[in-house]
């Protein structure tokens, strides 16, 4: 399976400050994945990113929010705008090769003061 | 659209004892169904995965589940747990046929007692 790597792992951030997480796969992949896991609750898919084209918001979520770039097969990012402390959460990205189910990297760690 | 019920959000086992966390899913049409673990301050890896054939799965570390069609679930099992086994296990649905996309249970955490 793909190496995923995220970056950073866990960050302490202001409120109305932006965060940008990173997302870095070993080998070339067409989809990957963005979700939420808020305190307690379990996974919520945000969008999903494939290179050369706009990412696909699920309901709730918007683009000025959680702006997506997804500049090549091995890369994406995510950044989480104008906090507060209800995205306080742990962020997920998630590779699909082939016909294999998802795989995960280890999150993203987010609290808001 | 597909749903996932976890009916137990915690359950506790003491170690070497046999444990069942439960999952039934709701469709209208065939479904693929995973079994992902979080262990703490990690990611999620997948467990196991029933996309066809044989209806009862295994994971290398000695878990199992059994797709039931009939009862629409999906109930993981171990005949004996380790500490090491302490986590929080998510099951997860998604329609057949190329990419679909996945739908998350609310998470069961596994207490293992020594």
């Known amino acids: 399976s793909a190496v995923i790597s995220q970056k950073p792992s866990r960050d302490i951030c202001q409120r109305g400050t932006s965060l940008t997480i990173q997302c870095q796969v070993d080998s070339q992949v067409t989809m990957m994945f963005w979700y939420r896991q808020q305190p307690g609750q379990s996974l919520t898919l945000i969008a999903t990113a494939n290179q050369g084209s706009e990412a696909t918001y699920e309901s709730g979520f918007v683009i000025d929010k959680f702006p997506i770039s997804r500049p090549n097969l091995t890369f994406s990012t995510l950044t989480v705008s104008n906090m507060s402390p209800e995205d306080s959460s742990i962020y997920l990205c998630?590779?699909?090769?082939?016909?294999?189910?998802?795989?995960f990297g280890d999150g993203t760690r987010l609290s808001i003061l | 659209a597909q749903s996932v019920t976890q009916l137990d959000s915690q359950v506790p086992v003491f170690e070497e004892a046999p444990v069942e966390l439960r999952c039934n899913y709701s469709?209208?049409?065939?479904?693929?169904l995973f079994w992902y673990v979080q262990y703490p301050n990690q990611g999620l890896q997948l467990l196991l995965k029933?996309?066809?054939?044989?209806?009862l799965v295994e994971s290398i570390n000695g878990f199992e589940a059994e797709f039931n069609k009939s009862q629409t679930s999906f109930h993981l099992r171990k005949p004996s747990v380790h500490i090491s086994d302490t986590a929080e296990y998510f099951c997860?649905?998604?329609?057949?046929?190329?990419?679909?996309?996945?739908?998350f249970g609310t998470g069961t955490k596994l207490q293992v007692i020594p």
């Open positions: 998630s590779v699909v090769e082939g016909n294999q189910p998802q795989h």
């Open positions: 029933y996309l066809s054939g044989s209806t």
């Open positions: 997860a649905v998604s329609l057949t046929g190329g990419y679909q996309k996945v739908t």
């Open positions: 469709s209208s049409v065939s479904v693929y």
